[in-house]
């Protein structure tokens, strides 16, 4: 079947079970052609099964799974047009680095030619930085070599689909940064979609173009990083994708005025009313304000600050406020001047912006 679809990847009412156990549950999701897209969520959310499925190492137990509009349900894997980069590597070691990245294009039917086969092999380790490399064996490799084998590996076939289970996870910081980097890159070249895997926040958020947020085997949120950290879907989105104070408040019966702990009152703007009764209210730790005074605009609470860790052009508080909790504030000291620091034990105000504020019933 010769398909005009613009989708690469797409899951139709998927379900997959393991005996009594529900891995997924009732899935729909569309990755559209040369995207890149992260699968985020705590360890048991379902997205490795996910991306398990799309590969064809499992088969879903309900639903549908299409690759170019294509279905895929009991294809095997080494009949699809995907390749995978695995958590932990599943390299050759009897193969050195050039013949691990082989493997794959000496397999093929109609059969390659040699000078073709190492041309692209020279060019694939090249793209992760592994020139120079070719006859290293593979146990002389660091752990972040190895894993950039395994990635020029999964590249050096040009799959439609390239799938990624945490494949930065044994690289040292730096080298992950430089790695994400070369990710973004390498996928706007070859333009084939990626699905990475990862429980890493900030790297989903740095190297995707859509992030797929999962819990208990359900999709939470799907959308641009943007939007999924500037407007969570729901409090499990916004306390799982980066940080987030929560503060108990009540949602008055007009659903326009939530009144906290403290007695403040803050504004609910009219496209957002809201149910009466108990909510959260939630807000990102750069949007919370802190000062020696009392603010002048929105809630004012009063606190005392109990730990500061200072991060060169920024710095964390936490702050204890009375009647509400702990809250993390994060403040770039080059507004307010290095001598405006506040130190474990002052007294200080905190507020927000009342559109910086998401707002949850319970």
């Not at 005996?19 to 048991?44: E, Q, R």
């Not at 990624?164 to 790695?179: G, I, N, S, V, W």
């Not at 990475?196 to 740095?206: G, K, M, Y």
């Not at 959260?280 to 860790?309: D, F, K, N, W, Y």
Request: aromatic share 6%.
């Amino acid at each position: 079947m010769t398909s005009a679809s613009s989708n690469d990847i797409e899951f139709r009412s998927v379900t997959k079970n393991y005996g009594s156990v529900t891995a997924v549950t009732d899935i729909d999701l569309i990755v559209p052609k040369g995207a890149f897209m992260a699968m985020l969520g705590p360890s048991g959310c379902g997205k490795t099964t996910c991306l398990r499925m799309i590969g064809g190492f499992e088969q879903p137990s309900e639903g549908t799974i299409l690759i170019d509009g294509r279905e895929m349900n009991g294809i095997p894997a080494y009949n699809r047009p995907v390749n995978m980069v695995f958590q932990h590597y599943a390299l050759f070691p009897h193969f050195n680095v050039e013949q691990n990245v082989a493997y794959g294009l000496r397999q093929m039917r109609p059969k390659i030619e040699k000078a073709e086969i190492w041309r692209r092999v020279a060019e694939a380790l090249a793209m992760v930085r592994l020139d120079g490399f070719a006859k290293r064996r593979i146990h002389e490799m660091s752990g972040g070599q190895q894993q950039r084998v395994a990635l020029a590996r999964a590249i050096v076939n040009r799959p439609s689909v390239l799938l990624l289970d945490e494949p930065l996870a044994a690289l040292d910081k730096k080298l992950r940064t430089a790695m994400q980097i070369e990710l973004q890159t390498l996928q706007r070249e070859l333009g084939i979609t990626f699905v990475l895997v990862t429980h890493d926040q900030e790297e989903a958020l740095s190297m995707a173009d859509f992030v797929c947020v999962m819990s208990a085997g359900r999709i939470r949120q799907l959308g641009s990083p943007k939007e999924v950290y500037d407007h969570p879907a729901d409090l499990f989105v916004a306390d799982f994708v980066g940080k987030t104070n929560r503060i108990e408040a009540v949602a008055e019966g007009d659903g326009m005025t939530v009144r906290l702990a403290n007695g403040n009152a803050l504004a609910v703007g009219r496209d957002k009313r809201i149910e009466p009764g108990k909510v959260t209210v939630a807000v990102r730790p750069e949007a919370m304000r802190l000062q020696r005074s009392p603010m002048a605009v929105g809630p004012s609470l009063e606190g005392t600050v109990t730990h500061r860790i200072f991060l060169g052009s920024s710095a964390e508080y936490a702050v204890s406020v009375r009647g509400i909790g702990e809250f993390l504030v994060t403040a770039d000291r080059h507004d307010a001047g290095a001598e405006e620091l506040a130190a474990p034990g002052d007294r200080v105000f905190l507020g927000f912006e009342p559109t910086a504020a998401h707002i949850f019933n319970l």
